[in-house]
């Protein structure tokens, strides 16, 4: 079946370490997305990727990282620079960039101890 | 920049009635509009896509609506039922920007 696979779905980290989420898609869409989603607030956009070996900065990029070296997959590494990384992680992807359709994944949920 | 908000935050309604969510938006000039359905601790499940050009959209008990000038959408839910119970997101795709903007969400209860 087509669709956006994240993992891992719970992950824990310790404080001062680099954890990198994994996002993949099989929908052949050029478009992805990563969103942050905190208790009672809207997803804030993270970064996006319109097409491969290219991806912006969103609202909240400082201490997150991204690459798109396939088209299939947009994987996000949370630095230790980011100051509060507990938080629900959302990966998207659309086949057009303006007027596509927006799937999301099931979400990684990340707890630093 | 655009601005998307949804009002009210949580609604509660018996089983079997209609209702509707609002969604509304400040600037007009957008691609479409996308509602989505979310369960707790779950990604966002796509319901109905309306682009610009639509003035509404069904899928079986959901029916959306758009009005671009006004900068509102609804999203009418027909016989709901206690499965319907979640989170429902509107977002909307702006001309001249490369994402989407999210209202935060009106959490539906409906009661058995």
């Known amino acids: 079946d087509g669709g956006i696979t994240q993992s891992p779905k719970y992950l824990f980290r310790k404080e001062g370490q680099n954890v990198t989420l994994s996002c993949e898609q099989n929908?052949?869409?050029?478009?992805m997305y990563w969103y942050r989603q905190d208790p009672g607030q809207g997803l804030r956009l993270i970064y996006y990727?319109?097409?491969?070996?290219?991806?912006q900065k969103g609202d909240i990029a400082e201490g997150y990282s991204v690459s798109r070296e396939k088209k299939e997959s947009f994987p996000l590494t949370v630095t230790s620079a980011q100051k509060n990384p507990t938080a629900f992680y959302l990966c998207?992807?659309?086949?057009?960039?303006?007027?596509?359709?927006?799937?999301f994944g099931e979400g990684s949920r990340l707890t630093v101890l | 920049k655009q601005e998307v908000t949804q009002i009210p935050a949580a609604l509660s309604v018996p089983e079997g009635e209609n209702l509707v969510l609002n969604c509304s938006f400040t600037d007009s000039a957008i691609y479409n509009l996308q509602w989505f359905r979310q369960d707790p601790g779950k990604g966002l499940t796509s319901l109905l896509l309306i682009q610009s050009s639509q003035r509404e959209q069904t899928s079986g008990r959901l029916n959306a609506s758009l009005d671009k000038s006004s900068g509102r959408s609804t999203l009418y839910i027909a016989a709901s039922q206690p499965g319907d119970s979640a989170t429902y997101l509107c977002a909307v795709t702006s001309t001249g920007a490369n994402n989407l903007f999210f209202g935060t969400g009106t959490r539906l209860t409906v009661i058995p």
């Open positions: 990727s319109q097409i491969v070996n290219d991806f």
């Open positions: 998207a992807s659309r086949y057009d960039k303006n007027t596509g359709e927006l799937f």
């Open positions: 929908l052949n869409h050029d478009a």
